[in-house]
T-cell receptor, first 115, second 115 residues
Framework: SQQGEEDPQALSIQEGENATMNCSYK?????LQWYRQNSGRGLVHLIL?????REKHSGRLRVTLDTSKKSSSLLITASRAADTASYFC???????????????FGKGTLLTVNP | DTAVSQTPKYLVTQMGNDKSIKCEQN?????MYWYKQDSKKFLKIMFS???????INETVPNRFSPKSPDKAHLNLHINSLELGDSAVYFC??????????????FGPGTRLTVL
């Protein structure tokens, strides 16, 4: 069954603005990852946050994790037209380890950054 | 210097046919995956292989048969294609595939259209 749900489904902003996307999940997790998918391409890993971390930064990306609310947010600051893509969160539940390891992806948020 | 490559990129075929998709990674990773992404962008894992051994086999019809001749290659053969098989199929790899901190590297995808 689907684990992550991104919100909103679609987001349209102007270049230079910040974009915030949210991900909610149902079961406990070990880690949460964010991926980006440009149109017609494969997914690209952006950032990983562990369940014992609350915030992580990478360049213009800021990820937060609230395990009590089972939610994460991805903030892209000073957005650019090149940030236009779909963004997915992916989780691996605690029972997904060793030979059972797998990631469960949400449906994604489509971000459009207008020049 | 493509890390994860798939062929073909596009595949258009008639119902009932048998087709194969090939995947190769040059990252030296131990684990490879097949995902299916439907028209609503939902990405679902189908199979994973670790060092040529089948690890994950989700509830996928028997018509789908993965084959891993070595740890750098994972092919997907589909028998008796059905309309519902139309989707984008992604191959991915990760270093170990057995730990939650593993990030996955995706191929560019194969868009399969069954007529």
């Amino acid at each position: 069954s689907q684990q992550g749900e991104e919100d909103p489904q679609a987001l349209s902003i102007q270049e230079g603005e910040n974009a915030t996307m949210n991900c909610s999940y149902k079961t406990s997790i070990n880690n949460l990852q964010w991926y980006r998918q440009n149109s017609g391409r494969g997914l690209v890993h952006l950032i990983l946050i562990r369940s014992n971390e609350r915030e992580k930064h990478s360049g213009r990306l800021r990820v937060t994790l609230d395990t009590s609310k089972k939610s994460s947010s991805l903030l892209i600051t000073a957005s650019r037209a090149a940030d236009t893509a779909s963004y997915f969160c992916a989780t691996d539940p605690p029972n997904s380890g060793g030979s059972n390891y797998k990631l469960t992806f949400g449906k994604g948020t489509l971000l459009t950054v207008n020049p | 210097d493509t890390a994860v490559s798939q062929t073909p990129k596009y595949l258009v075929t008639q119902m009932g046919n048998d087709k194969s998709i090939k995947c190769e990674q040059n990252l030296g990773h131990d684990t490879m995956y097949w995902y299916k992404q439907d028209s609503k962008k939902f990405l679902k894992i189908m199979f994973s292989y670790n060092n040529k051994e089948l690890i994950i086999n989700e509830t996928v019809p028997n018509r789908f048969s993965p084959k891993s001749p070595d740890k750098a290659h994972l092919n997907l053969h589909i028998n008796s294609l059905e309309l519902g098989d139309s989707a984008v199929y992604f191959c991915a790899s990760s270093l170990w595939g057995l730990a939650g901190t593993d990030t996955q590297y995706f191929g560019p995808g194969t868009r399969l259209t069954v007529l």
